[in-house]
């Protein structure tokens, strides 16, 4: 039973460019949320997708997009990218019933120069 | 909002016994999540307490005091892959959202 599968590992980008993280949650879960974790700190919470809407959304700004997909694997759109997005972009997945715990991803490296 | 107090911290040696503890503030009834993460790694569940009282897990002990807005993980017999980053998260009881608000948390480092 494969767990929560992130792509790619790891991304260099420049300013103002833009970013698609990818996200395939772990099987029999139907949500998944995105936590960007900057180096020394915990993760922040950015948004959560459910039946493919977003549900919550935390204080990220609009360039902070995202998708889920019928399968309920999920995307994570940045626009714009300012040094300050550098961080490891976490993905995990829970069950909405249930109260189960988030299984994460392995994260991606994105790292904006 | 939320907010959340774990030592930044803790430093111990192989064999012993730590407690991480947790104050956190909620506006609402929460239970208590802990999570591990090694450095370069994804952050991996530990342990929830929805109600008061101690859960044990093998090496793992993680305590609940919901009126105290309180809880601590207790680690015995340390081993050296014991160290790493403890996250406490307030989580609602009844179904996951997957919002979940960390703290710094806090470095456990274990010394031979």
């Known amino acids: 039973d494969a767990g929560v599968t992130q792509s790619p590992t790891h ?16 099987s029999g879960h139907d949500t998944v949320s995105w936590y960007q974790q900057a180096l020394g700190q915990g993760p922040q919470f950015i948004f959560q997708y459910y039946e493919e809407e977003e549900r ?9 997009s ?11 759109n940045v626009n714009a990218l300012l040094l300050g997005d550098s961080a490891l972009y976490l993905c995990a997945s ?20 | 909002g939320q907010s959340l107090e774990q030592p930044s911290e803790v430093t ?8 991480i503890n947790c104050t956190y503030q909620t506006s609402g009834f929460y239970g208590l999540s802990w999570y591990q993460q090694h450095d370069g790694g994804a ?10 009282g101690l859960e044990e897990t093998g090496r793992f002990s993680s305590f609940l005091s ?10 015995q017999e340390l081993q050296m892959k014991d160290s790493a980053s403890y996250f406490c998260a307030p989580q609602r009881p009844s179904g996951n959202t997957g919002k979940l608000i960390f703290g710094q948390g806090t470095t456990l480092q274990v010394k031979p």
Do not use: M, W
Not at chain 2, 43 to 52: E, G, I, M, V
């Open chain 1, 11 to 26: 991304l260099i980008k420049t300013r103002g460019q833009q970013v698609t993280l990818r996200c395939s949650p772990k």
């Open chain 1, 56 to 64: 919550q959304r935390g204080n990220f700004p609009d360039r902070f």
């Open chain 1, 66 to 76: 995202g998708h889920q997909f019928p399968n309920y694997s999920s995307e994570l």
């Open chain 1, 94 to 113: 829970t069950k909405t019933e249930g109260g189960s715990p988030l299984h994460f991803g392995n994260g991606t490296r994105l790292t904006v120069t």
């Open chain 2, 12 to 19: 111990a040696v192989e064999g012993a016994i730590v407690q």
């Open chain 2, 43 to 52: 952050p991996t569940f530990l342990s929830y307490n929805a109600l008061d």
């Open chain 2, 66 to 75: 919901r009126s105290d807005s309180y809880g601590y993980l207790l680690l």
